[in-house]
T-cell receptor
Framework: GENVEQHPSTLSVQEGDSAVIKCTYS??????FPWYKQELGKRPQLIID?????GEKKDQRIAVTLNKTAKHFSLHITETQPEDSAVYFC?????????????FGQGTILTVHP | NAGVMQNPRHLVRRRGQEARLRCSPM?????VYWYRQLPEEGLKFMVY????????ESGMPKERFSAEFPKEGPSILRIQQVVRGDSAAYFC??????????????FGPGTRLLVL
């Protein structure tokens, strides 16, 4: 089955700096890659996703890049703010015509210091 | 749109009791997924259901766990004879009907199960 590895497990940055979180996946059939943000005691919230027919996607301060050949994808957050502090999870699935079971990475605890 | 609803939000059970977790998907969504999150860990897939059908239960423990999504009413995750190791947050997610972007999953607030 699919296996998703996520690094780093913790990331500490100063407000205004950029943060990058990286994930690798094992199954070349995976074609959908969402990122979720989870605050303490809350539900995972989708922040951005990318499908395998796209190499990069951006939404304001958040961007995701995908390298299908290397089977890795990354989350980039620019101009970080204290409210960005949370746990971030990457995931992979075989979406589209197949079912969309998500395989999650282990999570990255991001701390943004004011 | 009320989003994905789960209840109860917190559930305390003693070892050997049964736990029933409920999930109402977003309006218009017919795909439901259950995930389990152990303390300070990621989410692990348990089961995928459509109305009246279990599509994939490859993540479900073979014993004591079952799930259903009846034609009417919420999806139910049932854990019989709970043990302390079942203590976790159980999240339900739903996605749109086929023909739309059915990969996108929206999560409910979760049920925190504590087994004493």
């Amino acid at each position: 089955g699919e296996n998703v590895e996520q690094h780093p497990s913790t990331l500490s940055v100063q407000e205004g700096d950029s943060a990058v979180i990286k994930c690798t996946y094992s199954d070349s059939a995976s074609n959908y890659f969402p990122w979720y943000k989870q605050e303490l005691g809350k539900r995972p919230q989708l922040i951005i996703d990318i499908r395998s027919n796209v190499g990069e996607k951006k939404d304001q301060r958040i961007a995701v890049t995908l390298n299908k050949t290397a089977k890795h994808f990354s989350l980039h957050i620019t101009e970080t703010q204290p409210e960005d502090s949370a746990v971030y999870f990457c995931a992979a699935s075989m979406g589209g015509t197949s079912y969309g079971k998500l395989t999650f990475g282990q999570g990255t605890i991001l701390t943004v210091h004011p | 749109n009320a989003g994905v609803m789960q209840n109860p939000r917190h559930l305390v059970r003693r070892r050997g009791q049964e736990a029933r977790l409920r999930c109402s998907p977003m309006k218009g969504h017919s795909h439901v997924y259950w995930y389990r999150q152990l303390p300070e860990e990621g989410l692990k897939f348990m089961v995928y259901l459509q109305k009246e059908n279990i599509i994939d239960e490859s993540g479900m423990p073979k014993e004591r766990f079952s799930a259903e999504f009846p034609k009417e009413g919420p999806s139910i995750l049932r854990i019989q004879q709970v043990v302390r190791g079942d203590s976790a947050a159980y999240f339900c997610a739903s996605s749109p009907s086929p023909g739309l972007a059915k990969e996108t999953q929206y999560f409910g607030p979760g049920t925190r199960l504590l087994v004493l």
